[in-house]
């Protein structure tokens, strides 16, 4: 029996953001939502252990009130229960503020062995929220993780990462908290039944009100300007011609010889 | 103490945060702090700028870097640093969060350079957010102001003469409860992408892992190396994990990017963004790799490449 | 609900499916939505023009709820011709008051909130689901099956769009064919609501409505639009894909060609295209119309291709959403009498018959026909340019009057007068 709580993001699809050249600025007008590319992996990684061990899942998120339509998305990869800890402030927060909330949501409300988060976040790829919501929580943690199995014991996880110097295995007590690779595993897409199954399974709605306590950020946003990038964007069909026309032009610019 | 404080794994990233650090020292009139994890490192830090070195104690055999977190916590909640930088790598990335946590401050992951504040001595920190479509500016209002710098983001500091600097012993840590119970080093590839003036990047539009030998063949006649989108070594396992560029990956500045079957999503594009020209093949005509290209061909790359070799070969005389 | 049946399965989010499953929603029904895209909206075309009349009849004052763009105050035809430009221009006022008569939108926006009022009324909605077969009990449809999953229900309502596939698993639709169908393409061009009103001569928030003809198709059959939003431009062509398939043109380059257009180039300069996207629009009129009921099934919106196609005007959002409602209302009928057989459900064409939808099709119904007379698209453009360049032209030479100008140029022109009569007879009676 594992009880694991699996953290997710509601994160803008950066696909979605267009940019002004002119004055760099970023345009969100018309952005569509998506969960954090990687925590489909966090989810799908808890529902597998479940899978095999029994117990439940939980999806945690925080974020704005409006984002509602994440429960369902979430839901539908196969948790049983959603925690929306939300609040129309909780929009653009910092990653401490966001494992301090998830520490004051968990800590009042769940009981758990194992977290999983994603390695980072789509929008912002801290990868700080995991081992600060660990810190936070006193539990070991280990990030970039590739692999996970329960041992014999039931007690500890053991965890194989993946580091710029190379691969450890280690092994955690429970309850600890793990960062995964997209690498862990191919996450499941959501069939219908699954999708209707979604709408009907519990979601603790968790305000700031029950949190009891407000979050300041220490980190203070002075100004955002997007990357732009001048090139030719020249677009050729695939004959020989073209083919010859661009390799003359990279003869011309000196960068083949 | 206060001061700036550096920490990083290897000495490499050390040396580079030692040069940024000797020069916010001047701008915060501090000293420059770093952490060593042995008395050779030490000494070698303070003949390249640091003021004072913290001895981290020796690991249990069983033990991971990681379980530095208490001791440098513990040490900077005493001494007050005003500045702490941490190198960049996933173990580093992993104990600056901790460090903050348990310091309650604020921490710019992937901070990618940043301005001085003289009047406030306040860091106006950069950071690449949204797949690197954009740089985000924060500062820190707690103490210390913390920053994750990537590797190579700055020049090692050079070896200085004659300097004198104090070694401070750090008491040793409790063991922590993550346990090492296997480690398989890597083996070091011998090719170095950001150094590369042609690259040919494969995606996941190339079908299966024999077809590599397409990409290697136009690397070997333009003098290139090949290197690929982080799914095709991640998921695929086609090629090691050094090879791929994006934002979490490598970032390389060649005079020539050849994108095969790469979608050219934002957060490759951010790995190559620097490159002189970039040449995308795809069959999708609303790729977005086409709008980050100076030359794109829409079509399959399984005609097009033996078509381009085939050409290359006749005019570049191969 | 029983275990997986539901009362109704509406296949699309599109303003067909939306409206249908909204209805039925809101008469109590269990009534399940499935729309491939990953919201509704995502997967359709950006931009265009909604007349307002049929959704207001079903939300009333749908605008003050409703993400709508601007309200049509101007409509403007503009006839092209190498560097010449000849535009007939309207407005009225009375447009832009309630009930307005037309409104600029966005479908990500619209299509999105039309589903979540079917939503609110208690329909479930299940998107990133894509309905790959239909169920059949001793020929009577019966329910879906996406991927592994099949659900059951009374009815079946295909609201899928232009080349249905629910309506061909049905057998009552085929594969539409290249000359049964045009292809659009669209930009959406990022500028100041400001500049936006001030290039279209604009009051405020109101909006205007361009269409082209000529040049901007190289004498293919379609057109251009130009529809002002709120802070961007939707700009795009629609031609015959079978015309398209004969030249060695892509419309991803005629586009660009269009923006360069002389006409066009200072409305759209300094914009920032920030969407691109292209679609089929279904346009042999009522000649390719599927059979729109059958056993357990029926057919809405561009599915049954309810769409109105002039070349340079397509109008097909109203009727989708008046399908749509005729679809539910149809629906209701046949749960009274509980009968879901073609027989049960065929209040559905009788209400499409006493509705617009089949009267303004049947209006149009010669519209292919006249359509696919190039001269439309090149002579014409050309004649009616030519004329006023001439007509406006002050050179020294000695003045002709106007009818001698009218009838030299047609003399000129490659369209010989008897054909001129003729396509003008046949357009008047189109139109
Ligand atoms: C937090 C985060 C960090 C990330 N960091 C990185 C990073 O550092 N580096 C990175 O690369 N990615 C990164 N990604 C992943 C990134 O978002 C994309 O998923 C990835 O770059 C896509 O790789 P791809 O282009 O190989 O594959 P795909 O997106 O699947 O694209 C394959 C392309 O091949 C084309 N194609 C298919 N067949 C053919 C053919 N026969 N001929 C020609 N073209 C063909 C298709 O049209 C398609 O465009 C990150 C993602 C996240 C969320
Ligand atoms: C370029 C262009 C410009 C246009 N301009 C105008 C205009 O200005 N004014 C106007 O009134 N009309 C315009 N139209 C026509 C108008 O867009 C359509 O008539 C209208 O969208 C039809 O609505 P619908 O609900 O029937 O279909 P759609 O809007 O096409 O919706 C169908 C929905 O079904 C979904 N779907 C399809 N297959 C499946 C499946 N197998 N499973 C699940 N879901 C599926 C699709 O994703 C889509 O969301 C234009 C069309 C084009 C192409
Ligand atoms: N708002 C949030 N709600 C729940 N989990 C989050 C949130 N933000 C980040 N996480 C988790 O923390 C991981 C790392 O995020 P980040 O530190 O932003 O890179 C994500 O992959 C999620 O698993």
Not at chain 1, 218 to 240: N, P, S, V
Not at chain 2, 147 to 162: H, K
Request: aromatic share 6%.
């Amino acid at each position: 029996m594992l009880n694991i709580i699996a953290c997710f993001k509601w994160v803008v699809d950066e696909a979605d953001v267009k940019i002004d050249a002119k004055s760099r600025a970023l345009l969100m007008e018309r952005v569509g939502y998506k969960i954090s590319d990687y925590d489909r992996n966090a989810i799908e990684e808890a529902v597998r252990l479940q899978e095999q061990h029994g117990g439940n899942v939980v999806a945690a998120t925080v974020g704005p009130s409006t984002a509602k339509q994440c429960l369902k998305d979430a839901l539908s990869r196969g948790p049983e229960r959603a925690d929306f800890i939300n609040d129309p402030s909780f929009v653009d927060l910092e990653p401490e503020q966001t494992a301090a909330i998830l520490a004051t949501a968990i800590k009042a409300k769940e009981e758990y062995d194992l977290i999983i988060c994603g390695e980072g976040s789509s929008d912002l790829y801290a990868q700080q929220v995991g081992p600060a919501l660990a810190e936070r929580l006193g539990i070991p943690c280990a990030t970039c993780v590739n692999k996970l199995t329960l041992a014999e014991s039931k007690k500890e996880i053991i965890a194989e990462r993946k580091l710029d110097d190379g691969m450890e295995v280690v092994s955690m007590p429970l309850p600890a908290l793990v960062t995964v690779l997209p690498d862990i595993n191919t996450p499941r897409i959501p069939t219908l039944k699954q999708v209707l199954g979604a709408a009907k399974k519990p979601v603790d709605n968790i305000t700031l009100n029950d949190l009891g306590q407000t979050y300041k950020p220490c980190l203070q946003t002075t100004g955002i300007l997007a990357a732009t990038m001048e090139r030719r964007r020249l677009k050729f069909g695939a004959d020989e011609k073209n083919i010859l026309v661009i390799i003359g032009a990279l003869l011309k610019e000196g960068v083949i010889a | 103490m206060a001061g700036i404080w550096i920490f990083a794994e290897n000495r490499e990233q050390t040396l580079e945060l030692l040069n940024a650090g000797r020069n916010l020292a001047q701008d915060f009139k501090a000293k420059v702090v770093t952490f060593a994890l042995n008395v050779h490192l030490a000494e070698e830090y303070i003949n390249h700028g640091s003021d004072e070195v913290l001895l981290l104690p020796l690991l249990g055999q069983d033990q991971s870097l990681e379980s530095y977190v208490p001791v440098i916590a513990e040490v900077a909640r005493q001494e007050d640093p005003d500045v702490f930088f941490i190198g960049g790598t996933q173990r580093g990335r992993e104990i600056a969060a901790r460090v903050a946590a348990r310091l309650n401050t604020g921490l710019c992951g992937g901070c990618t350079g940043y301005k001085v504040d003289q009047k406030n001595k306040l860091l106006l920190m950069n950071r690449m957010i949204l797949g690197g479509a954009a740089v985000q500016t924060v500062v820190c209002t707690t103490r210390p102001q913390m920053a994750v710098i990537p590797p190579r983001t700055f020049e090692q500091a050079p070896l200085m003469e004659g300097r004198q600097g104090k070694v401070i012993e750090l008491p040793a840590a409790q063991p922590s409860a993550v346990k090492v119970i296997n480690r398989t080093p890597k083996v070091q590839e011998s090719v170095d992408l950001t150094e590369a003036k042609i690259i040919v990047s494969v995606g996941r539009g190339m079908e299966k892992k024999e077809d590599l030998s397409l990409a290697l063949e136009l690397a070997g006649v333009l003098g290139g190396e090949v290197g690929c989108s982080r799914p095709v070594a991640e998921e695929l396992h086609w090629l090691p994990e050094e090879r791929y560029m994006g934002i979490s990956g490598k970032k390389v500045k060649p005079d020539l990017y050849i994108g095969l079957g790469v979608s050219g999503q934002i957060q490759h594009i951010t790995g190559i963004r620097d490159s002189k020209i970039i040449f995308g093949i795809n069959r999708d005509e609303n790729a977005p790799i086409f709008e980050a290209a100076d030359y794109g061909i829409v079509g399959d790359l399984y005609e097009v490449v033996p078509k381009l070799i085939k050409e290359l070969k006749v005019l570049l005389k191969k | 609900m029983s275990e997986d049946k539901f009362a109704a399965i509406i296949v699309g989010a599109g303003p067909a499916g939306s409206t249908a499953a909204y209805l039925l929603a809101r008469e109590g029904l269990e009534v399940l939505l499935i729309e491939k895209g990953a919201t509704p909206g995502s997967k359709n075309m950006f931009g265009g023009r909604m007349y307002s009349h049929a959704l207001n009849r079903i939300i009333p004052n749908f605008w003050e709820y409703a993400p709508v763009e601007r309200p049509v105050a101007r409509e403007i035809i503009t006839f092209l011709n190498g560097g010449h430009g000849v535009s007939i221009d309207c407005q009225n006022l009375n447009w832009v008051k309630p009930p307005y008569h037309s409104f600029t939108l966005l479908r990500a926006e619209f299509d999105d909130w039309l589903a979540s009022k079917a939503e609110e009324e208690g329909a479930m909605l299940a998107c990133g689901i894509r309905v790959d077969d239909l169920l059949f009990d001793k020929g009577r449809v019966v329910g879906i099956r996406a991927g592994e999953d099949e659900m059951l229900a009374d009815v079946i309502i295909a609201a899928d769009g232009v080349n249905s596939i629910v309506a061909q698993k049905a057998g009552l639709a085929k594969m539409f064919l290249p000359h049964q169908v045009a292809t659009g393409v669209k930009q959406v061009i990022k500028l100041s609501p400001e500049t936006i009103s001030q290039r279209f001569g604009l009051d405020g928030n109101n909006g205007a409505a361009q269409l082209f003809v000529g040049d901007c198709t190289e004498g293919m059959q379609g057109g251009g639009f130009l529809y002002t939003n709120k802070s961007t431009l939707s700009l795009g062509l629609v031609i015959k894909a079978s015309e398209l398939q004969k030249t060695k043109y892509k419309i991803s380059d005629l586009i660009e060609d269009f923006k360069d257009n002389p006409q066009v180039k200072p409305l759209v300069e300094g914009g920032e295209v920030v969407e691109y996207s292209a679609h089929l629009v279904p346009e042999a009129g009522l000649e390719m119309m599927p059979q729109l009921c059958g056993d357990g099934i029926l057919v809405a919106g561009d599915a049954a291709g309810f769409v109105l196609n002039l070349g340079f005007i397509v109008r097909g959002m109203d009727f989708a959403i008046a399908s749509g409602e005729a679809a539910a209302k149809a629906v209701m009928a046949a749960r009274k009498n509980k009968n879901f057989t073609r027989q049960g459900l065929s209040l559905y064409v009788q209400l499409l018959k006493q509705d617009f939808i089949l009267r303004d099709l049947e209006a149009y119904r010669k519209g292919p026909d006249f359509l696919g007379n190039r001269r439309m698209f090149k002579e014409y453009p050309q004649l009616v340019t030519e004329l006023a360049s001439k007509v406006f032209t002050v050179d020294g030479t000695p003045p002709v009057h106007l009818l001698g100008k009218i009838l030299s140029q047609v003399k000129e022109s490659r369209v010989g007068p008897f054909q001129l009569a003729g396509d003008s007879w046949k357009g008047a009676r189109l139109l």
